[in-house]
């Protein structure tokens, strides 16, 4: 009968004052929003991570997603089998949801380096999680049952339930992230579990009866802080073993993880785990990025950079004297301010980025065209590889069009595009969608030891000569070795391909196909 003191929250034998039972309930409440927000952010930890060392943002957090929310369902419906020793039980769900939520993260990271099978633990720890996390809210609301009407109690717990989704949801991307890190952030949140059972076995400890459960729950606190507060020195060990060099730093941010590595001289530079570029090679990659075509614009006055914050090609387009000011456009501040700021780092780009010529805007590219009024002589399209849907948009007749009429007439696009010979099929696919969007595409490749053959695309509105002159001081470029980067072999000849548009993203799968298949072929034998 709603009114009446749930048989949960009464001691038998000292029958509680209306406002010590009015507390345990209210408490009980705040506990859901508490519970809520950190089920929640255990799954974008979850999905993020996935996403960090797997790649492909879109698949991970679908999977993860599904498999959390059937577990939690897997969770609500055991709950039914619990029907004695409620407040108990609730007690070590909280102490099992904060130790296992808590460690999650040191557990994935360290995992990925050392377990080959790393998508076992993955979905059996999310799953695991899951069920846990599915079983607080029916118990609570057990709990609860005789101290409102059914619909005041369902519509109280899902209302708090909900708002501490939404809590969770702007947490994590505004601040968690970039703020306190994946790693300290599992145990942060760990930490809220546990003080709930703390303040409930307190609240509670003449239902309960049972002082080792507050000694275990004091016991998972005190873990989870000491976690937290060497979350610090848990990165730094996981990410030796993510990479082989020495990690020199590492920084994440509402977009990537960002790392950087140093080994004999040679930095490596590393986002969510891809490869970026190595200092030992990288002007290979970058000459033949930049130079074929403006060497091939007749009076490049203002050049337009799309990606590539790591000042790379800017430091290629201020060999040409020619070039007055360039506007450098990149998501990622991060980025921008690691090759700004940091000396170390800015001279591998000769200072680029701190050249009254350059311009720097941090924004989404595909939304900059559409605001941004300014017509460009030259343009480099230096985005990662299209290894998810909000890379692949950047692929599309949709974006290059809009890159087109930012162009000016005798202006050419060069575009990064992937490995021809590793990934073939979404090497011609985007050489195609860039003539689907009514531009000519002239493909060629370049040899850059660390990533192989690589492959880029000249897009321009009149056919496009290889120019025959280039700045002085360029390491690998000259006439003759251009020429012959526009000739392919036959193992990196066209191949059939769709376009990729934007409501299909068909690049996507081709560039994981190839990928994919390049990573399960074993190396040759040598006899």
């Not at 700004?340 to 000769?350: E, S, W």
């Amino acid at each position: 009968m709603p009114g009446t003191m749930s048989p949960e929250l009464m001691d038998p034998t000292n029958p509680p004052s209306t406002e010590h039972a009015g507390l345990k309930t209210r408490a009980l409440l705040v506990s859901v929003f508490t519970i809520a927000t950190c089920g929640l952010i255990y799954e974008l930890l979850a999905g993020t991570i996935a996403s960090y060392l797997l790649g492909d943002s879109v698949t991970q957090f679908s999977t993860i997603i599904g498999v959390y929310l059937f577990a939690m369902g897997v969770g609500s419906y055991l709950s039914r089998y619990f029907d004695r020793d409620l407040i108990a039980r609730f007690i070590v769900i909280e102490i099992l949801v904060g130790v296992v939520g808590g460690i999650s993260s040191p557990v994935l990271f360290f995992s990925f380096g050392q377990i080959q099978s790393f998508r076992v633990v993955l979905y059996g720890w999310v799953t695991m999680t899951g069920i846990l996390v599915g079983l607080e809210i029916p118990f609570l609301i057990r709990i609860l049952e005789d101290q409102f009407p059914l619909r005041d109690l369902v519509s109280k717990v899902l209302s708090l339930d909900y708002l501490g989704a939404l809590a969770a949801s702007l947490l994590f991307p505004l601040w968690l992230v970039p703020q306190v890190g994946l790693m300290r952030s599992s145990f942060v949140f760990g930490v809220l579990n546990l003080l709930v059972a703390v303040w409930t076995c307190h609240l509670f400890r003449r239902e309960h009866g049972r002082p080792w459960l507050t000694a275990q729950a004091y016991a998972a606190l005190v873990l989870l802080l000491l976690g937290a507060v060497y979350s610090d020195d848990l990165t730094e060990r996981s990410e030796r073993l993510l990479y082989e060099d020495p990690v020199i730093f590492s920084r994440a941010s509402p977009y990537q993880r960002v790392v950087l590595t140093q080994r004999d001289g040679e930095v490596r530079l590393f986002l969510n785990g891809d490869l970026q570029f190595s200092s030992l090679d990288e002007y290979r990659y970058h000459e033949a990025l930049v130079h074929p075509g403006l060497a091939a614009v007749a009076e490049p006055r203002q050049a337009l950079v799309l990606g590539g914050g790591d000042g790379m090609a800017v430091r290629e387009i201020l060999k040409d004297d020619r070039v007055e000011h360039v506007t450098l456009v990149d998501l990622d501040p991060v980025m921008t301010d690691i090759f700004v700021d940091h000396d170390g780092f800015a001279a591998l780009n000769d200072y680029a980025l701190r050249s009254p010529r350059v311009e720097l805007v941090n924004a989404d590219a595909f939304v900059w065209l559409d605001a941004d009024a300014g017509r460009y002589d030259f343009i480099v399209v230096d985005f990662p590889d299209p290894s998810n849907f909000s890379l692949g948009k950047l692929y599309t007749t949709t974006f290059y069009r809009r890159l087109a009429a930012h162009l000016n007439p005798g202006g050419v696009m060069a575009i990064q595009s992937t490995s021809p010979l590793v990934s073939r099929q979404a090497f011609w696919c985007i050489v195609d969608t860039v003539r689907a969007s009514g531009l000519q595409a002239t493909p060629y490749h370049a040899s850059v030891p660390t990533f192989g053959e690589w492959g880029y695309v000249v897009a321009s509105r009149e056919p496009f000569r290889v120019p025959e002159r280039f700045p002085a001081g360029l390491r690998f470029l000259t006439p003759a070795v251009t020429r012959a980067l526009f000739e392919f072999p036959a193992d990196m000849a066209p191949v059939p391909v769709e376009v990729n548009h934007l409501n299909n993203q068909i690049l996507v799968q081709y560039h994981a196909d190839g990928w994919d298949q390049y990573s399960r072929t074993p190396p040759p034998v040598s006899e």
